[in-house]
């Protein structure tokens, strides 16, 4: 069995934001294939297989901010009974930093407060929407202010502020 972590990438590093799984539940996995993308405080990365496989569970979803050390799946052969990820879970949270309020394991996300988005802010976005984005001369935050976006911009909202703006 192999336990798909949130590794910390950099010394400063807390958690991430799953951006989007590019495996699903049930399919088979080799070992050097992408399976998720996540943003961290510095950097969008894409997660890989550590092991050949099947992706037999996924532990947080799209837009769930998770601390590091968390599993976030896990790759097996089809039948193997899963761990009990949910109390290694809550390890990982109870080492998360001091700053646990809003965090839900049992959900594996972090509420994040409403507030206004500044341009000044960094925007959490796909690499495809950063791309897309950057190629029309487009700002980001102003794209997630327009589809009032939880999560990170996606290219589908760049596209839809595209066609509905431009």
């Not at 896990?74 to 080492?95: F, K, Q, R, W």
């Not at 001091?98 to 976005?125: L, M």
């Amino acid at each position: 069995m192999d336990l798909i972590r949130i590794p910390k990438f950099s010394e400063n590093m807390e958690e991430a934001t799953i951006v989007e799984w590019i495996k699903a539940e049930g399919e088979p996995v080799e070992k050097g294939d992408h399976l998720l993308t996540v943003i961290t405080d510095k950097a969008d990365v894409e997660i890989e297989a550590e092991t050949a496989g099947t992706l037999l569970k996924i532990v947080a979803g799209e837009k769930s901010s998770v601390p590091v050390g968390y599993i976030v799946g896990l790759i097996g052969s089809s039948g193997e009974v899963l761990p009990d990820y949910e109390t290694m879970n809550n390890e990982a949270s109870a080492l998360f930093s001091s700053d646990t309020e809003g965090f839900d394991p049992a959900t594996a996300s972090r509420q994040r407060p409403s507030r206004p988005v500044s341009k000044s802010d960094r925007v959490a976005a796909t690499p495809k929407a950063k791309r897309l984005a950057k190629k029309n001369g487009l700002d980001l935050a102003t794209i997630q202010e327009w589809a009032n976006a939880d999560g990170p911009v996606s290219e589908e909202m760049v596209q839809g502020y595209m066609e509905r703006n431009t």
